[in-house]
Each structure stands twice: as C-alpha cells, then as structure tokens.
C-alpha cells in the first residue's frame, strides 16, 4: 500500500497502519493464550505440541516489532526495512511452527482439557483433602443425622457430594483413612519415579519437598488408622476423628490452595484470578517494554493507552454487573468477585495513568513494579491460603474507627509476642535476633495495611497518619537500637530491653483508648437519637 501512496505523510501512515495490524496480532495471541489458561480451548497432552509456551515465544516476537513501530525515528525508510525484515522473520516462525506441528506423530489418545500449569499434581491433594474433610464433618454430626447417613453409603457418581452429605458408619473410618494411605502410597511411588530421572536440581528439591510431607502425612494417618482400629465405641471414634484429624483437615486445605494458586486460573476456583492474571499478565508486557526501549515518553504513552483501554473494558464489565444485580436483584458468587476486583483494582491503575502524565520514568516502572507486587497478594487471598478480609461498612462508608480499633489489636498481639518471648525472658543474643525478626514482621504488618488503605481510596486518611507518624517512627527507633552491632543484648538489664518496645505498646493502646472510646460514644448517640 505504501507504494501506492504519495505526500509527506506516508511513512507516518504506514507506520500508524502496521502498528494497528501488529497490535491486532498481539491481542489475539493474548486472546488465544488467555482462553488455554482458563481450559476454554481443548488440547492434547500427549501430543506435546506446548502450544501455550510457543504462543508466549510469538507474543515476545511481535512485542520487539511493537517496540521498534513506536519508536521516534520508525517512520524511516531504513527503520521500516528493518521492521520488514523482523516481520517476514516472524512470518517465518509461524510457518515453522505449522510444519513442526504437521509432522508430530498422530494422537493416539482422545483429545482432553487440560489446566494451565501443572494442575494435575493438585488432583491427588484435593482428593486427600475432601476424603478427611468428609470424615472431619461426619464425626462432628449429631447422632439422629448419622442414622440416616449411614443408610446411604454409596458416593453418587462423579464425586459431587459435599462434606459431611454420604458418611460412612463410625466403625468404617479406619476403611476411609485405608483409602486416603492408598492414594499417598501412589503419590510417593510417583515422586520417587520422578526423582530418579529428573536432573534439574530446583525441581529435585521441590520433588524432595513433596515427598517429605506425604511422607509425614502418612506417618499420621497410619497412627490414626491404629488407635481406630483398637476402639469400638461409636462415639468415642467420632471424638479420635475430630481431635486428630481437624489439623491435618486445615492443613490440606491450606496446601490444595496454595498448589491452586501456582498453576494459573484453571487452578484456581475463584473466578478474581481470571481478572488477576489477565492483569499481571499486562504489567509484564510493560515490564517488558521498559526493557526493550529507550525513549522515555514511548514507555509512557504506551502504557498511558493500553491501561486505560484496560480500565474501559473492566469498567464495562464491571457495570454490566451492576446492572445485572439491579435487574435480577441478585448476582452469583462468581460475579461478586469479579465485582470486588474491578472496585480493588480501579484506583490503583487510575493512580499508573496519572504516573505516566505527571511523573517520570523511574517513577513509573517503580509503580508497575509495585503493581505486580499488589496484585499478586490479592491473587494470594483468593487462590491461596489467605484469607480475603471483608472490610466491615456502614451506608456512609466503612466505619474508620472501628476497623482501626480492630487492625491495632493485631498489632498489640505481636508486639506482645515479642515482649514476651525475645524481650522479658532473653537467656541469650539469641533473643535479639527473635526480636528483630518480631519487629520485621509488624513492619509488614504497617505496610499492608497503609497499602489497603491507600487502595480503598485512602477513605481512613488519620489510620494512615497514626502508622506512619507514630507506629512506624517508634518501631524503626526499637529496630535501630536492636541492629546496632556494638549492642551486647544478654548485658542489658530487662528495662533497657523493655523500654523501646514499651514505648510503642503504650502509643497502640493508648490510640486503641480514644477510638473505643469514639465508637462508645457514637453508639450511644445513635440510640438517643
């Protein structure tokens, strides 16, 4: 087309026209590798034609091409034969990947679904964790619940029944916990298969891992099925079922979400991680524009486009919900997370557009850096063993105060650990590392929360004020003191010890004070009025 063209302008549009053809190839490998992470698309295992990771392979290809289109000096004759070249290259890559794929050797198994990642080892750990789980929740039913369980003792097909609804009599769970060892027996023969034929020493270690804690979980459940099978009493089963097996219950269930959490959203039950990952995914492309390019206002410019086409998408979503609720008057479970991202993450990526008009470059990358950061702790709390904290609200807002007075009595506890164990009692210097360590953590603490704040809109700006003021200020105090290397702990009296910590103790439960003393005070006013 540029051939045909005449005028001063047909380099500028020649690059405006390709920059748009190479960006619809991008979204549709973007799409494409989307959709085989959330298992829409149905592939053969057994084939290995790693469709997934040769996608990924063309979606860097096209980001270079992407980079030298955006590029101040792109709308050149020199520039635009070299991107020329890089897209027959490309072109080439494609063909060559079709005739690698031609000439596998035919499928000789049905074609399955599969999850991105290597989900199936969270197979076996989901089907440990439900057959404990059932068993947990058995023991602790009444007894009439039990008599008309026990008349029902077949698994309906599939799996599908929930904790607690087909429970075996109280004599049979030593059978259960049998079946539980069997499917460890496996795993373990499995690992130790693997072990032997794997070189890589990360994955060597992993696999070691793994294999030492189906090891110890065996060790348990062999303990549990011999104190069982020595006892005949119903209730008394129930009792060694429910006090034996409720930490090993938590435990599975924290490691089935972790290894969830790992292998991409066909891993995960929570349909935010779909939402997450599409956005981690889009930081990363940044990243890797920053990488690849040195003109500082193409880093922005494109970030400054893209984020805000993101944002209009989601907010579309996200108002289609909306709607969705207001007409149907509820929404499912699935939507209601996906609602909540949208809210989470709206202020933040406004807050990295606002980045790329006011600030730097360094200052940018520093944010997207920090937005990996955040939305990768969020993907914790809804695919991992976090817990998503629901802030409590009121019709004005979330009540200020009240969460406050509730954050603070978590920080209390901590510094209470550290009076305790590290501080009052040290026999050694030992004791001083167990203390820095506490004050690291409460550090953790402080920053998590000012960046919840701070995402939630910053709605709780004196919260902000008193961390980084008061709490912080004293901790790095007590931090400084304890991380001074001419400091000889064990010679320091328990006062001097004390002193730092103390100081910071008396600030929380002196603010705790004021804000109980607040929500007192409004409570009465409600009821008078």
């Known amino acids: 087309e540029a051939r045909e063209k005449k005028g001063f302008t047909v380099l500028e549009e020649t690059v405006t026209k390709t920059l748009e053809q190479v960006m619809e190839i991008r979204e549709s490998l973007l799409k494409r590798i989307k959709k085989i992470r959330k298992g829409e698309i149905q592939i053969d295992p057994e084939q290995n034609i790693k469709q997934e990771e040769m996608l990924s392979e063309f979606r860097m290809e096209i980001m270079t091409i992407l980079l030298k289109l955006v590029d101040k000096d792109a709308a050149t004759i020199d520039k635009l034969k070299e991107i020329s070249k890089d897209l027959l290259r490309f072109k080439m890559s494609i063909s060559n990947e079709v005739m690698r794929m031609l000439m596998l050797p035919q499928a000789t198994t049905r074609t399955v679904t599969t999850q991105t990642g290597d989900c199936s080892e969270c197979d076996v750990l989901k089907e440990i964790s439900t057959k404990i789980e059932n068993l947990v929740v058995c023991a602790d039913k009444e007894e009439g619940e039990d008599a008309q369980d026990a008349e029902i003792v077949q698994e309906p097909e599939g799996n599908e029944a929930g904790a607690g609804q087909v429970c075996m009599p109280p004599a049979m769970y030593a059978m259960d916990l049998i079946g539980v060892n069997e499917l460890i027996d496996n795993e373990i023969e499995g690992l130790y298969t693997s072990l032997i034929t794997t070189t890589e020493e990360d994955t060597r270690l992993k696999q070691f891992e793994k294999l030492k804690d189906f090891k110890s979980l065996r060790e348990t459940i062999d303990e549990m099925i011999t104190k069982l099978m020595s006892e005949t009493d119903d209730e008394k089963l129930k009792k060694l079922v429910k006090r034996s097996l409720g930490r090993v219950n938590t435990e599975q269930k924290t490691k089935l979400k972790d290894c969830q959490a790992q292998c991409g959203p066909g891993g995960c039950e929570s349909c935010a991680a779909d939402v997450l990952y599409d956005a981690i995914a889009k930081m990363n492309d940044y990243k890797t524009f920053f990488n690849n390019t040195d003109d500082e206002e193409a880093k922005k410019e494109f970030v400054r486009t893209d984020m805000i086409k993101y944002i209009t998408e989601n907010n579309n979503e996200a108002r289609d919900i909306l709607t969705k609720k207001a007409t149907e008057g509820v929404i499912d479970e699935c939507d209601q997370e996906k609602s909540e991202i949208y809210k989470m993450t709206k202020a933040p990526m406004w807050m990295l557009v606002n980045t790329t008009i006011f600030a730097g470059v360094d200052e940018l990358e520093v944010m997207v850096d920090a937005m990996v950061t955040q939305l990768e702790e969020l993907l914790k709390q ?148």
């Open 382 to 529: 809804y695919c991992g063993s976090d817990v998503v904290i629901t802030v409590r609200t009121t019709d004005e807002g979330p009540n200020c105060e009240w969460e406050e007075y509730q954050q603070t009595k978590e920080y209390l506890i901590k510094v209470d650990d550290i009076i305790q164990e590290a501080l009052f009692k040290a026999k050694d210097d030992s004791a001083q590392v167990t203390a820095i360590l506490g004050f690291v953590d409460i550090q953790g603490l402080y920053d998590k929360r000012v960046k919840k704040l701070f995402e939630e809109e910053l709605v709780c700006p004196d919260e902000v004020k008193v961390i980084k003021k008061e709490y912080m200020t004293q901790l790095s105090k007590c931090m400084a003191q304890f991380m001074n290397g001419k400091l000889k702990f064990s010679e320091m009296s328990r006062l001097q010890r004390i002193s730092c910590t103390k100081e910071l103790r008396n600030a929380m439960e002196s603010r705790m004070g004021k804000l109980l003393q607040f929500e007192l005070e409004k409570s009465l006013n409600e009821i008078e009025t």
